[in-house]
Nanobody
């Protein structure tokens, strides 16, 4: 089993940047593909970005392409989400998730087995 702890959320003005981190403990971090999701009030949780085990392949949702970048440091058991040019509609709780089953870039909630507790990102206009 793996435990995931997100950090780096906060309040930022539109156009600003934040870098989210997700620290993993437990089983070997490099054996998990990782993803970031977000959930805004009153909305369903949605896919943001995913990265394979080595970090060599990534996938980002169309609505964040060119603004958000996912990366990982397997030596530090951490996955990152760099968020630039933030918009008020990016306001949400952001979650990281781990997929131990495949090396794929999964985009659906049920494809991830482990989840962090989430970190709040608020973008003011």
């Amino acid at each position: 089993q793996v435990q995931l702890v997100e950090s780096g959320g906060g309040l930022v003005q539109a156009g600003g940047s934040l870098r989210l981190s997700c620290a993993a403990s437990g089983r070997t971090f490099s054996s998990y593909a990782m993803g970031w999701f977000r959930q805004a009030p009153g909305k369903e949780r949605e896919f943001v970005a995913a990265i394979n085990r080595s970090g060599g392949t990534t996938l980002t949702a169309r609505f964040v392409q060119g603004r958000f970048t996912i990366s990982r440091d397997n030596a530090k058991n951490t996955v990152f989400l760099q968020m630039n040019s933030l918009k008020p509609e990016d306001t949400a709780v952001y979650y990281c998730a781990a997929d131990p089953a495949t090396n794929g870039l999964r985009t659906r909630n049920y494809e991830y087995e482990y989840w962090g507790q989430g970190t709040q990102v608020t973008v003011s206009s």
